[in-house]
């Protein structure tokens, strides 16, 4: 009996992963585009509204086989990557009550 509550257990649960994931390969896209409109329909922050751009509709975003060619833009048009400057590395200040570790404490 112990063997088939257990059987019963793990069949169920193969069942919940099965439909969980037949529900999001076929609503996949439709809950995606719910999400965006809820999220996009939340209160924003005073600092937010300033940069707000317009969440693009699932009618508005084209599928993978209407998608158009990526547009090859000449390269001599193109900026040089910036180089990032590394900042320095903070001093490091040790207080007078704390040890320091010296490179003769760790020689074998």
């Known amino acids: 009996m112990k063997t088939l509550n257990t059987l019963v257990k793990v069949l169920t649960a193969l069942a919940a992963v099965a439909g969980a994931i037949y529900i999001v390969a076929t609503y996949g896209e439709q809950i995606v585009a719910w999400a965006k409109r809820m999220l996009a329909s939340l209160p924003k922050c005073p600092c937010c509204e300033a940069d707000e751009t317009p ?3 699932v009618d508005d975003v084209p599928a993978a086989e209407e998608a158009p060619a990526a547009e090859e833009a000449p390269a001599a048009e193109e900026a040089p990557a910036a ?22 404490d760790f020689a074998e």
């Open 55 to 57: 969440v693009p509709s």
């Open 83 to 104: 180089v990032p400057q590394e900042e320095p590395a903070p001093e490091v200040v040790v207080a007078e009550h704390e040890p320091v570790a010296e490179e003769a």
